[in-house]
């Protein structure tokens, strides 16, 4: 497993053996600065995906299950009992911290669970926590393996010479190391192809423009940077053939919660006759919620009226309003990319499939 991580090309998190660690690039200073920050407190994890220093539904859960980690291996508790509490104490910080990404609850449960298991089996703290770190290292090397899964299927939707369309950051800054969308781009681009790739500045915290843009130039991918305004224009002029992003969470019957911005790229994509795809791992979508019941995050009002906390662009006393993702219902969405396979329409139908949750329900 070390091997898969080790042939990354770009690594932003991992957790540090000798020094009992979690390190992380911090993505709010891309992409003038490649800084790393490192922790042996939960506390100060869950501050880094509250402030965005981590950011990316996949990244956010790892990240999550490591500081679970750190929450045990630091806790000095005497019993395994005095063990659990602090770890539950633990879940419910880190899970407070961003409530649209699915991956975050999903990784904190599978933790919890796993340190229960070990409990139930032992009276020896060292042992549940070395449980606990094992089950985090496993979330970490089991997303780095599940998105080259989803980029080797969702290449093959990819033919030589597409120009494709990507909105937000949904590559290896987003993950353990490989990416979800720009997972399928990766994978297209080492199998030969020729791929062009036109990448959305994503306001208000431009992650298209700082991230993808920087992670695409550091592999040779010929990348071209447009506002998100100008998603209709191109599109009208022939100048896109394919849209693949990412997601934050799923429901079962196949709405897409996604970067704020998403749901009118789909409906320009719809309108222009432009295949919509979504690259997500299993764990993004959310097993228990149908509909557009999805929450969505709202954020500090002032990433509208600045750029990135430097520049002011409004007058003093603008109300505005910040939304961090949106909604886009599964009729404009075409397929969705997975480790498992892509899922097409009705979602209804194969997403159940997809995780194993038998016919569906009434």
């Known amino acids: 497993m070390e091997d898969i991580a080790s042939r990354l090309k770009v690594k932003p998190l991992w957790f540090d053996d000798a020094e009992r660690k979690f390190v992380w690039l911090d993505t709010r200073l891309l992409p003038w600065e490649e800084v790393y920050r490192s922790t042996t407190d939960y506390r100060r994890v869950a501050r880094a995906i509250k402030d965005m220093e981590i950011r990316g539904a996949p990244a956010i859960g790892v990240s999550a299950a490591f500081g679970m980690a ?26 407070s911290t961003r ?51 989803i980029g080797r299927y ?57 991230l993808t843009v920087w992670e695409l130039m550091k592999e040779g991918v010929d990348v071209t940077l447009i506002t998100d305004n100008m998603v209709g224009y191109v599109m009208s002029k022939g100048m896109i053939d394919k849209v693949v992003v990412g997601a934050d969470r799923i429901t079962v019957d196949g709405y897409v919660a ?6 009118m790229i789909a409906l320009a994509a719809n309108r222009h006759g432009i295949p919509f795809y979504v690259a997500a791992p299993t764990s993004t979508f959310d097993p228990n919620l149908r509909g557009p019941s999805i929450p969505i995050e709202e954020r500090d009002p002032s990433e509208v009226y600045t750029v990135l906390g430097r520049l002011r662009i409004a007058p003093e006393g603008v109300k505005a309003y910040n939304p961090a993702f949106d909604i886009t219902p599964p009729e404009l969405v075409t397929a969705i990319i997975t ?19 038998g016919a569906r329900r009434g």
């Open 99 to 149: 409530p649209t990404a699915y991956n975050l609850f999903w990784a904190l449960e599978r933790v919890w669970r796993r340190a229960v298991e070990a409990a139930s089996g032992t009276s020896k703290v060292s042992e549940v926590v070395e449980a606990v770190l094992a089950e985090a290292k496993e979330i970490y090397y089991e997303d780095i393996r599940q998105n080259m899964a």
């Open 154 to 210: 969702g290449a093959e939707l990819i033919e030589d010479g597409d120009t494709i369309l990507t909105h937000c950051n949904a590559g290896a800054l987003a993950t353990a190391g490989y990416g979800t969308a720009l997972g399928v781009i990766r994978a297209a681009v080492e199998q030969g192809k020729r791929i062009k790739v036109f990448a959305t500045e994503t306001r208000p915290l431009l992650q298209g423009a700082r």
């Open 258 to 263: 996604n970067k704020i911005g998403t749901y």
């Open 70 to 95: 750190l929450a045990a291996i630091y806790s000095g508790a005497g019993t395994v009992e005095e063990l659990l509490k602090k770890l539950e104490e633990a879940k419910r910080v880190l899970a």
């Open 339 to 357: 480790e498992k396979g892509v899922v097409t329409p009705p979602y209804v139908e194969s997403i159940p499939r997809l995780l194993g949750l």
